[in-house]
């Protein structure tokens, strides 16, 4: 460790420890829970460690998680086991196998009330004989959109002809976008008190190669669907929000992650370009009696709609890192 580094993890050091007060031994409040399934990776990973690409569509889902303003953690199976109730929403990504215990506590959390939302082909066929599910493969050049006003490009599987409950954006074939056949892109089945809904292609990947405002859009919709999040975040796409509870406080973590991180050719960053407004919308018991930004103490603009319950609150930018803390 050289001289010249202590001096920058100084200054790394002070800005965690500026935070440490209010994230330190902060709990997460269960919204969205990622499946990253550790058995799915022991069945079809060819090594041990190392990875050849199959982590690749879960990265590509939390990006696109991340940049419509979700809130959630990413758990496996032995994490969700026994404790599935406390998450509004479960989100499988795309993976090939399933353990058939785990599969049936999924289905039984869906039939108390809670939400899944299944992404994929493969995802789509582990459930097939399950829910009676007879939507026809296929692979090839194909847009998606959410509303028929924007089309993005995707190349892979994709379910066309589910016809297995209420549908949702719109799928065609590279040559049919004009006059031919279009495809619905999501479904939605009711399951007991709950529900299940299935993106019908492999996005995961694609997002993460091809971001589109096109997938941001229909994943946001769709998300609208399923579950009603506590937290509703309206800004720029580079912003992450983690939303998490210390001392009887909500504390809403705001992270820029503008600039060209994903950039392999750029070394270092001269600067994070502050990004905003971000809107935040709530609903509360009560009116809040302290809505701070911490640790800028920068001023913010609220409102409380006494009838509706509802707290929003106008942020004009985000630097690197921000806490909305409400009591």
């Known amino acids: 460790v050289h001289k010249w580094q202590i001096d920058l993890m100084k200054e790394v050091s002070e800005f965690c420890r500026n935070r440490e007060i209010y994230c330190h031994k902060a709990q997460f409040i269960p919204q969205i829970a990622v499946l990253n399934s550790t058995y799915n990776r022991y069945h079809t990973s060819k090594f041990l460690f190392q990875c050849e ?4 569509a879960l990265q590509g889902i939390t990006q696109l998680l991340c940049e419509t303003g979700q809130t959630f953690e990413i758990l496996s199976e032995h994490n969700l086991t026994g404790c599935m109730d406390k998450y509004p929403l ?35 066929n582990l459930l097939r004989q399950d829910l009676e599910l ?12 959410d509303d028929g006003s924007g089309w993005a490009y995707n190349h892979g599987a994709f379910i066309k002809n589910s016809f297995a409950g209420l549908s949702h954006g719109l799928m065609a074939l590279q040559t049919d976008i004009d006059d031919g056949a279009k495809y619905a892109a999501a479904e939605i089945v009711r399951h007991g008190d709950g529900m299940i809904g299935f993106i019908l292609a492999d996005i995961g990947d694609t997002y993460l190669r091809r971001k589109s405002h096109v997938h941001r859009q229909f994943m946001k919709s769709m998300l609208g669907r399923l579950y009603e999040p506590k937290i509703v975040m309206d800004g720029p796409m580079y912003v992450d929000m983690t939303v998490m509870e210390k001392d009887s406080a909500l504390m809403i973590n705001l992270v820029n992650t503008a600039g060209p991180h994903a950039n392999k050719d750029v070394y270092t960053i001269d600067d994070i370009p502050p990004v905003g407004p971000v809107y935040i919308k709530m609903k509360c018991d009560k009116e809040p009696e302290v809505v701070k930004l911490v640790p800028s103490d920068t001023l913010i603009r609220t409102a409380w709609d006494k009838r509706k319950k509802l707290l929003s609150v106008k942020i004009p930018q985000i630097n690197i ?6 009591r």
């Not at 989100?91 to 399933?98: D, F, S, T």
């Not at 007879?134 to 959109?145: F, M, N, P, R």
Request: overall charge negative; cysteine-free; proline content about 2%.
């Open 321 to 326: 890192h921000e806490i909305l803390v409400i």
């Open 90 to 124: 479960i989100v499988v990504p795309e993976i090939k196998i399933i353990d058939d215990q785990f599969k049936s506590e999924l289905l039984e959390y869906a039939k108390k009330g809670g939400s899944l939302l299944l992404i994929g082909t493969d995802t789509y």
């Open 134 to 145: 007879y939507g026809e493969l296929e692979t090839g050049d194909y847009l998606l959109s």
């Open 53 to 56: 690409g199959e982590d690749q």
